[in-house]
């Protein structure tokens, strides 16, 4: 990743902070190089203030640290992305975010369980991982782990408990997505036919 600061006078580069698990922005601060090295070697989001001239980790007194996931540059070279997993609220007025909208869209939540959890426990299994101890086992039996939570959840689906019920959907949803992976299947190409089925 390459990043030219020369291209502002003062050599700072707006820096969009983005919380890797719902895709919202969170914020927009200001990095210079050294800014940007100590974000890399510390792993939490450190800006320029402008204000102070100094450089500021956010969260460095309330923290509420922004632990940054993935850096990216524009095709311009000229502002910084981050994604960033936030230990608490964002704005100094308390919000979640700097803008108007909530943090919410906890959608894509259900991409990085399958490609930064689930994935792991496959391509690094681990003995005490109940994950990695069905991939082991092998594609009948994680398919055979979806119908079971299927028929769970629509027993659950004709009682009045409604806390039973979203744990069971949620069982349902995270064998699907261990099935998915077992067939290297991404969920994105599930949403894709999705999309494609229900075009505006």
């Keep these: 990743m390459e990043l030219d600061f020369s291209k502002s006078p003062d050599g ?31 792993g939490k989001a450190t800006f320029f203030s402008r204000s102070k001239q100094r450089l500021w980790v956010k969260g460095e007194t309330s923290g509420n640290f922004l ?3 993935e850096i990216f540059a524009d095709c311009d070279q000229d502002t910084i992305l981050i994604k960033a997993e936030p230990a608490g609220p964002v704005c100094h007025t308390g919000a979640a975010t700097c803008f108007e909208p909530k943090n919410e869209g906890k959608a894509l939540f259900l ?6 959890i689930i994935r ?37 689906a004709k009682d009045q408990n409604d806390d ?11 064998h699907l997505l261990v099935l998915l992976e077992q067939k290297n299947v991404d969920l994105d190409e599930v949403i894709d036919v999705l999309r494609e089925r229900h075009r505006p």
Excluded at 20 to 28: A, E, F, S, Y
Excluded at 111 to 116: A, M, P, S, V
Excluded at 128 to 146: C, D, E, M, P
Excluded at 164 to 174: G, Q, S, T, W
């Design 120 to 156: 792991v426990r496959k391509n690094e299994p681990s003995d005490s991982s109940y994950t990695s101890k069905l991939f082991a086992r092998g594609i009948n039996k994680v398919a055979q782990k979806v119908g079971e939570e299927a028929v769970e959840v629509v027993i659950e």
């Design 111 to 116: 991409n990085y369980l399958q490609k930064e």
């Design 67 to 69: 632990f940054v996931r």
């Design 12 to 42: 700072l580069l707006p820096a969009v902070i983005q919380d890797k698990l719902t895709g919202n922005v969170l914020m927009v601060g200001y990095m210079n190089a050294e800014a940007l090295e100590a974000t890399r070697s510390s």
């Design 164 to 174: 039973l019920f979203r744990n069971e959907v949620a069982d349902l949803v995270f």
